[in-house]
């Protein structure tokens, strides 16, 4: 199909190189316009809140202005606006002439019923809506079981995926060689400042975190020469291990085929090996969702929604002491210091600390699950649903509600030294490797001297693990 006028709606996609939506519409379109809309439905929520400060936000901003001025290096603009995004949308392509508008599918629910919206709404003006899988690698129903069903298991559905991966699914969108087609929009071009839509900056700059697809790029070249040790040195918080690519994945600044390919290709690296069954778990997650959309309030695995979780008092200081990073653990705490500082949380640690809120302290995974959803840079409900329900045994393929994560056996197996406990929590940075993971049982005299006494430096532990973990056994023995 050939058009006169399109329209690029970009979303959780923020990048010109390698976009399935992009590259369509300057196919099939003579003149192509681009705009970014700042849903009000989802920003009005953390304003209202309370929330001025919110580092994606701060990141959207950074990476579409960056956007934006690619764009006018190549005589183009980006359109922003912010309102709500489906009405915008809508007038935007009535306004514009446009015969139709382009845009990258969303598995998430609440992006389905406004994607479905706007198609009404377009439809009634006899213009399209064209939505392009670009996310990921494989979408929706595109891998299955032999018996034509969704996988509910990792290891068989990453083989399916493997087996079933051809050259084209990995290669690039390209669309450079019709850039010309990009075109100046005829409206009002001004990108609404941070204040203006009612934020304000954040800690942004103090991160290693460069926006926009330079910034993406810049952080993915870094990974490159690392991705050989990957296998070994994603599992310890304190060593350069992972890729820390999540928010470039989450908003798109990068490509994931692009990322997906450089790991494919080094097929003899144990490490990209290793590193492309997370992006496949990237995958898994997104297919899980977009089957199982009962997931977002409830356990994939429904016996588990009768499961007895702690909403004691006590229960709500404990859980309060979990967001600050005051269990008296120093593992779990200094990873909450983490997140709650950076926005960012090593994999090994979102294990330990959801598995901890939820096993140790009995508090429902939800609740953890949305304390993550406002912290995280890289937020994303299909991975963040399915590692909270991972970690607290009610997912698919979780961990088996009777493994239990002893706190301070992953803090002595994973931050072997102390390092990434020094790094957070100063306080304890006197003890030594061996004292560090459980300073509660080092004498009142080794505390003094290392200047942290246990309950006036730092917490008493809030729970006894072994304690806990019995209660934890009963509480998943729910009817089935
Ligand atoms: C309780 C819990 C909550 C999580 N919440 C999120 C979330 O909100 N957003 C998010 O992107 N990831 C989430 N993860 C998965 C994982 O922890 C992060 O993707 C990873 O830590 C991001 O760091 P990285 O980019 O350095 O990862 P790397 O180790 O370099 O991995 C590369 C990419 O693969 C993907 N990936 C890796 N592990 C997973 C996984 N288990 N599930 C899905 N995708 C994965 C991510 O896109 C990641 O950027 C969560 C995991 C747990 C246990």
Known sequence: MQYDHGLVWLRRDLRLTDNAALAAALAQCKRVYCAFIFDAAILEPLTA???????????????????????RRQGAALIVR??????????????????????????????????????????????ELLLFKDHVIFEKNEVLT?????????????????????ESDLTKRDSDKRSNRLAMPPCPLQIPSLTQMGFALTNLDQLPLPAGEAGAQQMFE?????????????????????????VHLRFGTLSTRELARFAHERSRSAGAQTWLSELIWRDFYQ?????????????????????????????????????????????????????????????????????????????????????????LNDYDLAANNGGWQWAASTGCDAQPYFRIFNPVTQSVRFDPNGDFIRQYLPQLANFTAREIHAPWLVSVKR???AGCVIGRDYPKPIVDHADARKKTLKRFKVKR
């Open 49 to 71: 809140a309370g929330i001025v400060a919110d580092r994606r936000v701060d990141f959207i901003h950074r990476s579409i202005t960056s956007l934006d001025a690619s764009l």
């Open 82 to 127: 912010h309102t709500d995004a489906a009405d915008a949308v809508v007038k935007l392509a009535a306004e514009l002439g446009v015969d139709a508008v382009f845009g990258n599918a969303d598995y998430e629910p609440y992006a389905q019923q406004r994607d479905q919206r706007v198609k009404r709404a377009l439809l009634q003006q006899r213009r």
């Open 146 to 166: 032999g018996a034509g069903r969704p996988f509910g298991v990792f290891t068989p559905y990453k083989n399916a995926w493997l087996k079933q991966l051809q």
């Open 222 to 246: 870094d990974f490159k020469s690392r991705i050989d040790d990957y296998h070994q040195a994603r599992n310890y918080p304190a060593a350069r291990g992972p890729s820390y690519l999540s």
């Open 287 to 375: 297919m899980i969702l977009w089957h199982h959309p009962h997931v977002v309030e409830h356990a994939y695995r429904p016996q588990y929604d009768h499961i007895e979780w702690e909403t004691s008092a006590r229960g709500n200081r404990n859980f309060a002491a979990w967001c600050d990073g005051k269990t008296g653990y120093p593992l779990v705490d200094a990873a909450m210091v983490q997140i709650n500082t950076s926005g960012y949380m090593h994999n090994r640690l979102r294990m330990v600390t959801a598995s901890f809120l939820t096993k140790d302290l009995g508090i429902h995974w939800l609740r953890g699950e949305r304390y993550f959803a406002h912290q």
């Open 447 to 449: 505390q003094k001297e």
